[in-house]
């Protein structure tokens, strides 16, 4: 009877400790960029992690990030100049709206 406790309390646990993993998930980052016709790259930099947006129009989206704080990197062509906004914070299972950001000339 002992055992069958035991068993069952260590069957609950690993249980319950793989609920945990499989309950997170990653965030995302959106915006708009002014003068999209200019815009060459938008990237979200963190540590050592590099991530690319996906542009459609004015509109830019990161999908699959990981919970921290970024720099979001608007890469200009010519002779518009680069931009970027530090301290975006992204939240577990959000998407973080960094709202428009500009491109000057």
Request: proline share 2%; net charge positive.
């Amino acid at each position: 009877m002992k055992r069958i406790s035991v068993n069952f309390l260590l069957i609950t646990a690993f249980s319950l400790l793989l609920f945990a993993f499989v309950t997170i998930k990653d965030g995302g980052i959106k915006g708009k960029v002014s003068s999209a016709d200019s815009v060459v790259q938008v990237i979200a930099i963190s540590g050592s992690d590099t991530l690319k947006a996906n542009i459609n129009g004015e509109n830019f989206t990161i999908s699959n990030v990981k919970p921290g704080t970024y720099v979001v990197w608007v890469k200009g062509k010519l002779p518009s100049r680069d931009a970027s906004l530090g301290n975006v914070a992204v939240l577990d299972s959000t998407t973080t709206d960094v709202g428009q950001i500009r491109l000057k000339q």
